[in-house]
């Protein structure tokens, strides 16, 4: 049963909300100074953790829908911010970001740890028993392996083509990896243990054809990239599932809501690696070029990947 002390020390909390978001009228936080946009995500975690316990006392109902209605207005307000234009997408990718990575890094570890259970398993099932890797590949695939040729030369005929199908490709699977955290992350623990054991049966049965060497010669300039960006994408997932199955205090459309928003802008970050891993794709994995030139292209890439998102960036100067 909620006391009447307990409403009257809240109370104000709640009204102080109000009054913030009403402030703001059609101006989303813009209208607000820094230390009132501050104010206004420390207000709206409180209420939220106060709407969970107004839930649990069965004469709530009233308050309680006074208060999602609150929540659900500020809600637009701490996750919707300043309409982002050129300078804000700059700085979004140039400062940001790099934040957000070191913030949601372990989630990223998980999904490259999953990734990497399904890689050594169909590696070591394949290597094992090579009817496996014939069943998940196709024939033609395999003969062309036996044949001790690269089934990836095709794309040097149509390279732009082919870079515009590979980008689309690439963004559909981090797409997809992501969206499949609603799934409580079934789906997405799913596509990276599958993407992972492709990639370990495809290594295996070139190791067998003694064509693990041109493999890793066609996959390093771009794999450096477009490998990561399946891994933040599935790390996007598992925030999603988290905020799904582990709501804490919050109440649990709140706490989805922003693991949401969170996970859109970890997916957001893969783009550019998506686009430049296409055009290494594209024009350079398949190209004539010599080991030495391609494995040199993949270290520059990633060691610039490496210093972009581990380099300390100034914290922002707006926003919740």
Request: net charge positive; aromatic share 10%; proline share 6%.
């Amino acid at each position: 049963m909620i006391s009447a002390y307990w409403l009257e020390k809240r109370k104000p909390y709640w009204d102080r909300l109000e009054q913030l978001v009403t402030s703001t009228g059609r101006n989303n936080v813009r209208s607000l100074a820094h230390p009132e946009i501050t104010e206004l995500a420390l207000l709206y975690r409180q209420v939220a953790s106060d709407l969970a316990r107004v839930r649990e006392d069965p004469t709530g109902g009233e308050l309680a829908r006074y208060l999602n209605d609150l929540l659900g207005r500020a809600h637009n307000l701490v996750y919707m911010g300043r309409r982002a234009g050129p300078a804000g997408i700059l700085r979004f990718y140039a400062v940001e970001y790099p934040q957000l990575f070191r913030r949601t890094f372990p989630n990223v570890l998980a999904a490259f740890l999953l990734f990497l259970v399904g890689a050594v398993g169909g590696f070591l099932v394949s290597l094992a028993r090579p009817g496996f890797a014939a069943y998940l590949l196709g024939p033609k695939m395999i003969e062309t392996i036996d044949r001790h040729q690269m089934w990836t030369q095709s794309i040097v005929t149509i390279k732009p083509l082919a870079s515009s199908a590979i980008m689309t490709n690439n963004l559909i699977v981090c797409f997809t990896t992501f969206a499949m955290g609603i799934t409580a992350g079934l789906g997405t623990v799913w596509l990276l243990v599958l993407n992972g054991l492709l990639f370990g049966v495809v290594n295996a049965a070139c190791w067998n054809g003694g064509l693990l060497r041109s493999l890793w010669t066609f996959v390093a300039p771009h794999g450096v990239l477009e490998l990561p960006a399946i891994f933040i994408a599935g790390g996007a997932g598992l925030v999603l599932a988290r905020g799904l199955l582990f709501p804490g205090e919050l109440p649990r459309g709140v706490s989805l809501a922003r693991a949401g928003a969170l996970s859109v802008k970890m997916l957001l970050g893969t783009i550019p690696l998506l686009l430049v891993a296409g055009l290494m794709e594209g024009f350079v994995s398949p190209s004539d070029l010599p080991p030495a030139v391609k494995f040199s292209v993949s270290a520059i890439l990633g060691v610039a990947l490496v210093f972009y998102l581990a380099r300390r960036t100034p914290s922002p100067e707006h926003g919740p």
